[in-house]
């Protein structure tokens, strides 16, 4: 069982006590003081709990972050002043470094009932990150972007429902030309390239896209169609297989550097289980991984047989490495990211790149999912991306953040906006939820779309995470 499984399982766990808790308490209410006094307080508690208490956020908002810089950038002495940050060397910074701040963020009261938020104000910029409700704890800014009011001393750092406080670090990150570059990015699912790396990949001078899997699970949405569930699966993987090799057009890449590989969704940690057996589809009801194939420019090893086996994703992804020949590959991070397809998708770009001629200079990781905060990235569309919840020591990372302008935003939102498994309408039981939370909360959602993705991913920031091959 997964880290992120084993903290769901808990999270549900104390909910049913909390639901029996609060069902003897209201049993006692009734009886003691009026039948009818139980059915307000049920509702009035059902209402605080979607407004307030619904986020999946699986530690307590009062724990520090735990990241390791050690040896990946260079330390400044900083100094917080009321709201002002100063640095000793300001002359230090360049453009297109990665800043980040690590401080001290304390929640006040109402920033338990709305979302605390750090505002950083300087002369020509601004940004606004967000956190957990209640937070009080150390937390990493992301000031890239910033070094021109940081080095002329104008940066404001002003909390809303929330205070800053203890010794700040800062810390500069060099940052790295990569739009000259030939760039990978792998992606486990369609829309996860364009999730991660929308604007980096479409600033890069020649582009490869790469999807693993066709996405084909979970096709509730076309049942309700009236299509039976194994020819639902069906029509859901062929169109996010369109999707991975249609909607990077719209980045200007080429149709023949997009490759969809036709792996069955959530069968990629089986495959790697028993590398020679074919893991078929969970719900498509198909053993051959050519239906979602049949879009590419060109054959691949598998398409030989056709069969969904460890073995033949390696082989794929050799024979794709060997042609473009990557400078920079672009992939799930291995520390940050949970889900199982995203981790096997890592393992097996790093198993083929062993033995071949070619390697990389750099790995990029990314995080579309976290083990923590299903919310991440807190705040609102077009926000910055402050650095995600990491509550356990691990390697020393470092960050590489990604400036994007409003017009890149939209043409990241417009390309989530083409992927059909972000089409969907949301539920009732979610629009209520949002509804309330708008209300109560002070929540807004994204203009883009209904898809929390749109909230999430659309930002003036891409984040990665840097690995150097030698």
Request: charged share 25%.
């Given at each position: 069982?997964?880290?992120?499984?084993?903290?769901?399982?808990?999270?549900?766990?104390?909910?049913?006590?909390?639901?029996?808790?609060?069902?003897?308490?209201?049993?006692?209410?009734?009886?003691?003081?009026?039948?009818?006094?139980?059915?307000?307080?049920?509702?009035?508690?059902?209402?605080?709990?979607?407004?307030?208490?619904?986020?999946?956020?699986?530690?307590?908002?009062?724990?520090?972050?735990?990241?390791?810089?050690?040896?990946?950038?260079?330390?400044?002495?900083?100094?917080?002043?009321?709201?002002?940050l100063t640095l000793a060397k300001p002359d230090a910074l360049a453009a297109g470094d990665t800043l980040v701040l690590e401080v001290g963020v304390r929640s006040g009261w109402l920033g338990r009932f709305l979302d605390p938020r750090v505002e950083?104000?300087?002369?020509?910029?601004?940004?606004?990150?967000?956190?957990?409700?209640?937070?009080?704890?150390?937390?990493?800014?992301?000031?890239?972007?910033?070094?021109?009011?940081?080095?002329?001393?104008?940066?404001?750092?002003?909390?809303?429902?929330?205070?800053?406080?203890?010794?700040?670090?800062?810390?500069?990150?060099?940052?790295?030309?990569?739009?000259?570059?030939?760039?990978?990015?792998?992606?486990?699912?369609?829309?996860?390239?364009?999730?991660?790396?929308?604007?980096?990949?479409?600033?890069?001078?020649?582009?490869?896209?790469?999807?693993?899997?066709?996405?084909?699970?979970?096709?509730?949405?076309?049942?309700?169609?009236?299509?039976?569930?194994?020819?639902?699966?069906?029509?859901?993987?062929?169109?996010?297989?369109?999707?991975?090799?249609?909607?990077?057009?719209?980045?200007?890449?080429?149709?023949?550097?997009?490759?969809?590989?036709?792996?069955?969704?959530?069968?990629?940690?089986?495959?790697?289980?028993?590398?020679?057996?074919?893991?078929?589809?969970?719900?498509?009801?198909?053993?051959?991984?050519?239906?979602?194939?049949?879009?590419?420019?060109?054959?691949?090893?598998?398409?030989?047989?056709?069969?969904?086996?460890?073995?033949?994703?390696?082989?794929?992804?050799?024979?794709?490495?060997?042609?473009?020949?990557?400078?920079?590959?672009?992939?799930?991070?291995?520390?940050?990211?949970?889900?199982?397809?995203?981790?096997?998708?890592?393992?097996?770009?790093?198993?083929?790149?062993?033995g071949l001629e070619w390697q990389p200079q750099w790995l990029l990781g990314y995080a579309n999912h976290l083990h923590d905060n299903d919310r991440w990235p807190m705040g609102e569309q077009g926000q910055g991306i402050a650095l995600p919840p990491?509550?356990?020591?691990?390697?020393?990372?470092?960050?590489?953040?990604?400036?994007?302008?409003?017009?890149?935003?939209?043409?990241?939102?417009?390309?989530?906006?083409?992927?059909?498994?972000?089409?969907?309408?949301?539920?009732?039981?979610?629009?209520?939820?949002?509804?309330?939370?708008?209300?109560?909360?002070?929540?807004?959602?994204?203009?883009?779309?209904?898809?929390?993705?749109?909230?999430k991913m659309v930002r003036n920031q891409e984040l990665f995470w840097v690995i150097k091959r030698d």
């Amino acid at each position: 069982m997964s880290r992120k499984q084993q903290l769901l399982k808990r999270h549900r766990r104390n909910k049913r006590i909390a639901l029996l808790i609060g069902l003897a308490l209201l049993v006692t209410v009734g009886v003691v003081v009026a039948w009818w006094l139980p059915l307000v307080l049920a509702v009035l508690g059902w209402i605080a709990h979607e407004a307030w208490f619904a986020d999946h956020l699986f530690y307590s908002p009062a724990e520090d972050y735990r990241y390791d810089f050690e040896g990946q950038g260079e330390q400044l002495d900083a100094s917080l002043q009321g709201s002002a940050l100063t640095l000793a060397k300001p002359d230090a910074l360049a453009a297109g470094d990665t800043l980040v701040l690590e401080v001290g963020v304390r929640s006040g009261w109402l920033g338990r009932f709305l979302d605390p938020r750090v505002e950083l104000v300087g002369t020509g910029s601004s940004d606004c990150q967000t956190f957990e409700r209640g937070v009080r704890g150390l937390r990493y800014l992301n000031l890239s972007g910033l070094a021109r009011p940081l080095a002329d001393g104008s940066l404001r750092l002003q909390g809303r429902y929330c205070a800053l406080f203890g010794t700040p670090r800062f810390w500069r990150f060099p940052g790295l030309s990569l739009a000259d570059k030939r760039l990978m990015v792998i992606a486990p699912h369609a829309d996860d390239a364009e999730l991660a790396a929308y604007g980096l990949y479409s600033r890069a001078a020649a582009p490869w896209i790469v999807t693993l899997t066709a996405g084909e699970i979970e096709a509730q949405h076309y049942q309700h169609m009236g299509l039976p569930s194994a020819e639902a699966a069906r029509l859901k993987g062929r169109l996010r297989a369109w999707d991975s090799l249609a909607v990077p057009r719209w980045a200007g890449v080429p149709h023949n550097r997009c490759v969809q590989l036709g792996y069955f969704c959530l069968q990629l940690p089986a495959m790697r289980a028993a590398p020679d057996q074919p893991m078929a589809s969970r719900e498509a009801e198909l053993e051959d991984i050519r239906l979602f194939r049949a879009l590419n420019d060109q054959a691949w090893p598998a398409d030989r047989d056709g069969k969904p086996t460890w073995h033949n994703l390696l082989a794929d992804l050799r024979a794709i490495l060997d042609q473009a020949r990557p400078e920079v590959i672009v992939l799930p991070d291995a520390v940050l990211d949970p889900h199982p397809d995203h981790i096997c998708s890592r393992q097996a770009v790093i198993e083929a790149l062993q033995g071949l001629e070619w390697q990389p200079q750099w790995l990029l990781g990314y995080a579309n999912h976290l083990h923590d905060n299903d919310r991440w990235p807190m705040g609102e569309q077009g926000q910055g991306i402050a650095l995600p919840p990491l509550m356990e020591p691990g390697p020393a990372m470092r960050p590489l953040s990604l400036p994007l302008s409003l017009a890149e935003q939209r043409d990241k939102a417009m390309a989530l906006g083409m992927m059909h498994d972000l089409q969907p309408p949301m539920s009732f039981k979610r629009r209520l939820r949002r509804t309330l939370q708008h209300w109560l909360a002070g929540r807004r959602h994204s203009a883009y779309g209904e898809n929390e993705f749109f909230r999430k991913m659309v930002r003036n920031q891409e984040l990665f995470w840097v690995i150097k091959r030698d």
